[in-house]
């Protein structure tokens, strides 16, 4: 077969992933799996990180760290923006949460990528270009393409960002 793929730009490669065999992609409760995260980095689960767990499992749509911070702040519990911050990059390097970038990298948000009982698939998205709107779209469609495009070129997909950013027609 001859190779149809063409290199227009050159980035540095991705870390590697665990197999989704591994125990880093069990179905364990994320608490479980950010407390044995944490414990292989010699960090405690102290009081506030695990505030910032309850309430970023709590979101079921795009969330931003300034909102978590406003989350804990509003139910009475102490955690300043630096740790808000810095937890979240633990979730993230944890497998529980991926950034997510809009609008070159303008916009960043945050997407649970785990339930608590485990992973789930990652969101796509249309963006309002007028309004601003993110609306998370479920498009089965997009997997099942992004799957056979890899099979054709010889890849395997690990992971994928979908966005669409549209104009609302005039007839709608």
Known sequence: MADQTKTVLK???????????GPDRSVAPACATFRSFLRRRGLKFTRERAAILDTVLRRETLFHADGVAEDLRQAGLSGSRATVYRTLGHLQEAGLIRQITFDGGRHGFFERVADPSGPREPGDYLIDAESGDVVRVDAPELREARDALCRRLGFEPIRHQFHVFARRREDA
């Not at 980035?11 to 065999?21: F, G, T, V």
Request: charged residues 35%.
């Open 11 to 21: 980035l540095d490669p991705l870390p590697r992933l665990p197999d989704k065999q």
